[in-house]
């Protein structure tokens, strides 16, 4: 079974400054990773995925996830945040398996101050 | 607009009572997922649906049931409501694509139910 640990619930950061959302994860088996983005009152919305290849991915509004095999860790990062990225971040886990079932860690909130 | 369209969007029902939410997917996509987001958590995975049969499960109990539709819409369905069943529903389907890759899940907007 896969599980998703997200290490920080909240994370407070100033505008422009950079920023680190941490996820460590756990599966006897190998997996695709993602993260997801939750606005208020909204579902989830991708914002990146690890399938395969290159261990940094990146997505199209300058976040960047390393998929590190050694640590089962796959750190979300951004050099320099905007208001507007304040939100509910998730990290998920999906196994190669079948079922391809996707596990949700408890979220970290990134709450950026101006 | 994501495609994935859910119904109701607010929802208040009395414990003991039977409540149906509803899926409408994108056009094409065979797998759908349904979540249950409690406030302040993460969403909890209820069970799995890929071309009309249910291929997963969460630890969810039986009065938790589905269906998928040719239509590529479906429903989640709860039977005697519990006052713990207040949550954010999330449905969410992707492509599946036998021997491909995982593209990730197109989710919804979500129900909020409410049981008083």
């Known amino acids: 079974a896969q599980s998703v640990t997200q290490l920080d619930s909240q994370v407070p950061v100033f505008e422009e400054a950079p920023v680190e959302l941490r996820c460590n994860y756990s599966?006897?088996?190998?997996?695709?990773l993602f993260w997801y983005v939750q606005y208020p009152n909204q579902g989830l919305q991708l914002l990146l995925k690890?399938?395969?290849?290159?261990?940094l991915v990146e997505s199209i509004n300058g976040f960047e996830a390393e998929f590190n095999k050694s640590q089962t860790s796959f750190h979300l990062r951004k050099p320099s945040v905007h208001i507007s990225d304040t939100a509910e971040y998730f990290c998920a886990v999906s196994d190669l398996t079948g079922g391809f079932k996707t596990i949700f860690g408890a979220g970290t909130r990134l709450f950026v101050k101006a | 607009e994501t495609g994935v369209t859910q119904s109701p969007t607010h929802l208040i029902k009395t414990r003991g009572q039977q409540v149906t939410l509803r899926c409408s997917s994108q056009?094409?996509?065979?797998?759908v997922s349904w979540y249950q987001q409690a406030l302040g958590q993460g969403p909890q995975f209820i069970f799995q649906y890929y071309r009309e049969e249910e291929n997963g499960r969460g630890n969810f109990p039986p009065r938790f049931s589905g269906l998928q539709f040719p239509n590529y819409s479906s429903e989640l369905n709860v039977n005697a409501l519990e006052l713990d069943d207040s949550a954010l529903y999330l449905c969410a389907s992707r492509i599946k694509i036998t021997g491909g890759d995982n593209y990730g899940y197109t989710f919804g907007s979500g129900t909020r139910l409410t049981v008083v």
């Open positions: 690890y399938l395969s290849g290159s261990t």
């Open positions: 599966s006897s088996v190998s997996v695709y």
């Open positions: 056009s094409g996509h065979n797998t």
